[in-house]
């Protein structure tokens, strides 16, 4: 099957600023793909060129098949878009907004739109304007939902929504990529993405370092812990993404550590204890974030400074 989105070679500059940086991805079709990437990372840029928002200064970008400069139009209809701050009409209520929107989609758009109301319990005649900001989101997202696009697309979809509405909403993406539909979703909230994406690809200052499954993520990159006789580091077999010393302890978080380099480094003369453990995906974020260069580097200085006790969710 093809992919739903095809990402290839493409730089964004505006004016002097590289907003992304031969950024390549794919993503399958009935997936929960999560962007992360920390404030001014690219995300947003990513998503507007992805909807012909922006133009790309070179490479090429296809959503469902379709050129993402040439036929932005096509895409916009297909697909469904819950923007960081959606512009809402403020005057109208929640069932006249459905109504105004399904003059621009094929039946049964309305009725598909009041179903999702009522499923967000959220009051057909109430006005947008003496909404709440969860009631307003609830409202954004059906009316992104509401003619069954094949891939959604939610910029940050959760930020200042409270516990029980964002789990709603993550909940609904989960269901949405259950029926075989496609989530393309940015964020910085780590924990919650843990929760529902299958892919995560992590941007940073405009360069994509990492994309991967999320199950692949956690099974190649553990965290050992070291305790040492002497003063002297553990000599790892294996990449490092990063690593910590606490007096003669040491942390590091590794790829693809074999069970022979654990027994390897078991035997090393000054190696007392070695700890190891399935990292958060935040813990990874976090070592992704202070290292030094792309995928697979050794980038201790950089990483000094992590502390996985610091972002324990
Ligand atoms: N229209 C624009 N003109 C100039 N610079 C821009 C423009 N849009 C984005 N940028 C810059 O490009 C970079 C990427 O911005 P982008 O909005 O894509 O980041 P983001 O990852 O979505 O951040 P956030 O999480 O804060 O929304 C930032 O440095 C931003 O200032």
Redesign the pocket.
């Known amino acids: 099957m093809n992919p739903v989105i095809e990402i290839s070679r493409v730089t ?1 500059r ?2 002097s ?4 940086s031969d950024v390549s991805l794919t993503v399958p079709t009935g997936t929960v793909f999560a ?1 992360l ?12 060129l992805l909807l012909g928002l ?1 133009e790309a200064d070179c490479g090429s970008l296809r959503v469902l098949g379709l050129d993402c400069r040439r036929e932005a139009e096509e895409i916009r209809r297909r697909v469904g878009y819950v923007p ?1 701050q959606p512009a809402l009409y403020d005057w109208m209520t929640a069932s006249e907004i459905g109504w105004f929107t399904a003059g621009f989609y094929p039946e049964p758009y309305e009725q598909e739109y009041r179903k999702l109301l009522e499923r967000f319990r959220v009051p057909l005649g109430r006005k947008i304007s003496q909404m709440s900001k969860g009631m307003r989101a609830k409202v954004s997202l059906s009316l992104s939902l509401a003619h069954q696009p094949e891939l959604l697309i939610l ?2 979809p959760t930020s200042g929504l409270d516990t029980l509405v964002r789990r709603e909403f993550l909940e609904s993406m989960v269901d949405i990529a259950a029926a075989g539909r496609t989530v393309l979703l ?3 909230q780590i924990g919650e993405v843990e929760r529902v994406a299958d892919i995560v690809a992590i ?1 940073r ?2 360069e994509l370092l990492v994309v991967e499954s999320l199950d692949t993520l956690k099974c190649q990159i553990r965290e050992l812990t070291i305790t040492m006789s002497g003063s002297r580091p553990p000599e790892l077999p294996c990449d490092t993404l990063s690593r910590r010393q606490r007096g003669r302890q040491w942390q590091f978080l590794v790829r693809t550590l074999q069970n022979t380099d654990f027994d390897d480094l078991s035997k090393q003369p000054e190696v007392v204890a070695v700890e190891t453990r399935t990292p958060s995906l935040e813990e990874i974020f976090v070592a992704y974030m202070q290292s030094d260069k792309r995928e697979g580097s050794n980038v201790e200085e950089e990483s000094r400074n992590y502390d996985p006790a610091e972002v324990q969710p």
């Open positions: 964004k505006f004016g600023h590289t907003a992304l962007l990437g920390e404030n001014g990372a690219g995300k947003t840029t990513t998503i507007k922006e960081e910029d940050e940015s964020s910085h941007v200052e405009g």
